[in-house]
């Protein structure tokens, strides 16, 4: 498993193992080895701002087509461009490439609201960026704004070696960054699935070591091993492409541009967020809290909302120490960029979206609830979200497609008369609803060393008793390894969050599962009540 391809180099400690191991993509010193790569100088813009592209190649021109993401994808631009080398600093993936500024041109008025690919090719090589452009003050808008997960694309981007999961840094080389650049390219993977690949959740046969097909899968074909966990390719690019499909129209924005622009949201009576979802900074809650409590409605099929990021003034740098909260240096304890249910924090999880990464997390891969049930038991059939469904009581929502995973959004819970309700002092800003859930744990649970997981582990486990209850006794731990997604309507304000709990939804419009195609039309085109 040592043989890398493309332009994957191995970690200074890297095992050469696809999951434990640390490999990633770099531009090559070899000044012989075609080349090409490029980023632009923002993540996203809107018609009449000046697109910038900033590249490297190793020949003199490059060719540049950037077409809008789609069903048929629509070329908007195609031409050659100016190449040229320039280094690469060691630092990169936290602090920019800062090669040249090789192309920049306005952006036509008439170009849509979409997801830009932006390919680059010279002979011998070719690689993709992408930026996302806003809608048009003078265009109409779309049935739905889709906000991407932003932030979660820059945690997981390992181009250059370092991400918010594993790195470069520290005194032996081998941390994960705090700090993590926009100003990169994204990693092969990011902007189109590649083809063949497998999706995270995996039930590896009881009593035998947990596999990683997704990971195994990546190493062994030059892919970004976090290619299944973040990304535009990964989850929203599907769920737009069936959106299309159904004739619903969306506008795009990013968290981004929720972070600098309490505005960002405005207009739009329905807002949906897709996939994973794991990253936000303060401001981007206070903007949505605002929205929603205004009467704005988020179709959330989405999982993880769980941890407090910061971006630099510019918004290129995003700062999350996370597990290394400790050496955090912000003076406002409220700002530490680690869990949302900190105590520290006074801001639960569930205040916003109703649900919280921090009940239980992990479902259907690992030794995480790996062989339950795929899906969402239902509890309320009758609620107008299951309307045309034909399910009922007790029936799972979405467990032929398993949209249950890999990592989901919960609440702890009291049962009664067969009907589960949030528990008290769960952070809840108004009413929420239970109408589907499933268990999820935090604890990658094994027999002896022949079925243990080193990847999850216990540590994840620890780290959230330790967090958010303060300690890590059995009766915390116990509490921790407990726990649930769920699918969830609450009310806040004048507002609600239809909150899917799971990061896998967008498998069920994948594998066409009816019911899930259903729940999703009536929340993004029906009428909430």
């Known amino acids: 498993m040592n043989d890398l391809r493309g332009f994957f180099v191995a ?35 809107a018609p009449g701002e000046r697109l910038a592209l900033h590249a490297i190649a190793t020949s003199p021109e490059i060719s540049l087509t950037i077409m809008r993401d789609g069903l048929a994808p629509e070329t908007v631009f195609s031409g050659t461009i100016p190449g040229g080398m320039a280094p690469t600093p060691a630092t990169c993936s936290q602090q920019g490439c800062n090669w040249p500024k090789r192309w920049a041109m306005e952006i036509p008025a008439n170009w849509r609201s979409g997801v830009y690919r932006v390919a680059l090719t ?37 181009w250059g070696g370092s ?15 705090a700090d993590v650049s926009l100003l990169r390219p994204w990693a092969t993977g990011f902007v189109r699935w590649p083809d063949g690949a497998p999706r995270i959740p995996h039930a590896s046969p009881p009593l035998t070591r947990p596999r990683y097909p997704h990971m195994e899968f990546a190493r062994a074909n030059g892919i970004s091993k976090k290619y299944a966990s973040s990304g535009w390719a990964a989850f929203e690019r599907p769920f737009a492409l069936w959106a ?17 622009d309490a505005e960002a949201l405005a207009g739009y009576e329905r807002v949906t ?14 903007h949505l809290d605002a929205w929603l409590d205004a009467g704005g409605q988020l179709a959330r099929f989405a999982g993880n909302f769980f941890w407090q990021t910061r971006l630099s003034a510019d918004g290129l740098t995003q700062t999350c120490y996370k597990s290394r909260a400790a050496e955090d240096p912000t003076t406002n304890r409220r700002r530490l960029t680690t869990y949302w249910d900190s105590p520290a924090l006074g801001r639960p999880a569930a205040a916003t979206m109703g649900l919280t990464g921090a009940a239980g997390v992990y479902a259907g891969w690992s ?45 702890d819970y009291t049962m009664a008369d067969g009907l589960p309700s949030p528990a008290k002092n769960t952070g809840l800003h108004g009413r929420l609803t239970i109408i589907g859930m499933a268990p999820a744990t935090t604890l990658a649970h094994s027999t ?38 769920m699918m969830a309507h609450y009310r806040r304000g004048r507002g609600a969050v239809f909150n899917a709990g799971t990061c896998e939804w967008v498998a069920g419009l994948i594998r066409r599962d009816a019911p899930v195609e259903q729940v999703t039309r009536n929340l993004l085109t029906g009428a909430w009540r």
């Open 11 to 45: 970690g200074p400690h890297d095992s050469g193992e696809p999951v434990m191991g640390h490999y990633y993509e770099m531009a090559s010193a070899d000044p012989t080895r075609p080349q090409v790569w490029g980023y632009t100088g923002g993540l996203s813009y």
């Open 122 to 158: 010279i002979a011998g090589h070719a690689s993709e960026h992408m930026f996302v452009l806003r809608r048009a003050a003078h265009q109409p808008k779309a049935d739905v704004l889709m906000l991407l997960t932003t932030g979660t694309w820059c945690a997981y981007n390992d």
């Open 163 to 177: 991400n918010h999961y594993q790195g470069l840094c520290g005194p032996d080389g081998r941390d994960f960054a």
């Open 244 to 260: 299309e499909a159904e004739g619903i129209t969306l506008d795009y924005t990013t968290q981004h541009d929720l972070h600098r």
């Open 273 to 286: 967020i897709v996939g994973h979802d794991e990253y936000w900074t303060w401001e981007m809650r206070d």
């Open 367 to 411: 030794r995480c609830a790996a062989h339950g049930a795929g899906g969402f038991t239902i509890y309320r059939p009758q609620h107008w979200a299951m309307a045309g469904t034909g399910l009922g009581y007790g029936d799972v929502l979405g467990r032929n497609a398993t949209i249950f995973g890999y990592e989901v959004d919960g609440l």
């Open 448 to 485: 002896g060393p022949d079925d243990a997981d080193p990847f999850i582990g216990q540590d994840d486990l620890r780290e959230v008793a330790e967090v958010v209850h303060g300690e890590t006794s059995p009766e915390t731990l116990a509490r921790v390894a407990r726990g649930n997604g």
